[in-house]
């Protein structure tokens, strides 16, 4: 499986197929610049207290290397870091090609899957207390609702100019991220027997449920890909329409 294609400069009318319309406004710039202050800020400071030993204290110290593998194998982790990156870009007012299209789709459909999963399947099981508390809540629901946020002002626009087709093109390559992440979890698991949340825990639930569960989150990345496609397309056909009845073409 290869990997998406590269960022390229953008094509301004779009022949290509891989790049769209202009950057970003400074307005949409400046909302994507402070999410990357807020996820970067909180990743860097949970690795810096949590990445390099064990989460819970109380538990054995696998070692600086796996305690560092295991801290980048969390969705949380790989999805903030997909928010903070994307957004560094579009704040950059790097043009939408296609590679930045895909991911930025991965980091707003993971990070709200974060926020879900952790909402209804982890939250249930507890918070940690202090600093550690407060990164979980920034990490979990701070960080999903500033990138839903900066989506809902400044995302739909940008599909428009965009070629017709692109979406279809854009949610495919969207989904080798899950998918890979999929795979690495069950293979890293089988190798060291760790996995990153209960509900995919192999050893306690089986390989049954817990594959059941991942192919779930696949299927729910899929929907969310897919219907941001379909928001941000129609968005683009109303503002189209509107611009052509006002140059009365």
């Known amino acids: ?47 810096v207290l949590t990445g390099t030993g064990p989460f819970d204290p109380s538990s054995p110290d696998p070692g600086t290397i796996p305690s560092m593998v295991r801290f980048f194998s969390f969705f949380t982790i790989q999805s903030t870091i997909l928010v903070a990156v994307t957004s560094l870009l579009l704040a950059m007012g790097r043009p939408l090609t296609l590679g930045l299209r895909v991911l930025r789709v991965d980091s707003l459909v993971a990070i709200v899957i974060t926020a879900v999963v952790h909402w209804f399947l982890l939250r249930p099981l507890g918070t940690e207390p202090g600093i550690i508390g407060v990164l979980d809540t920034l990490l979990h629901v701070v960080g999903p609702a500033l990138a839903v946020l900066a989506w809902i002002l400044a995302g739909p626009r940008t599909a428009v100019g965009a070629p017709r087709g692109l979406g279809l093109r854009v949610t495919a390559w969207a989904l080798v991220f899950p998918v890979l992440f999929g795979a690495w979890t069950f293979l890293h698991g089988a190798v060291t027997h760790w996995y990153p949340y209960p509900f995919i825990d192999v050893p306690t639930v089986g390989y049954g449920p817990a594959v059941a569960m991942a192919l779930g989150v696949l299927a729910a990345f899929v929907v969310l890909a897919a219907g941001l496609e379909g928001i941000e397309r129609a968005v683009a056909q109303v503002v189209s329409a509107r611009r052509a009845r006002r140059d009365g073409t």
């Open 1 to 47: 499986m290869t990997a998406p294609p590269p960022l390229r400069a953008a094509d301004p009318a779009g022949a290509d197929g891989a790049a769209g319309p202009a950057p970003l406004s400074g307005r949409g710039r400046a909302l994507h610049g402070a999410v990357f202050a807020v996820t970067a800020l909180t990743a860097v400071t949970q690795f």
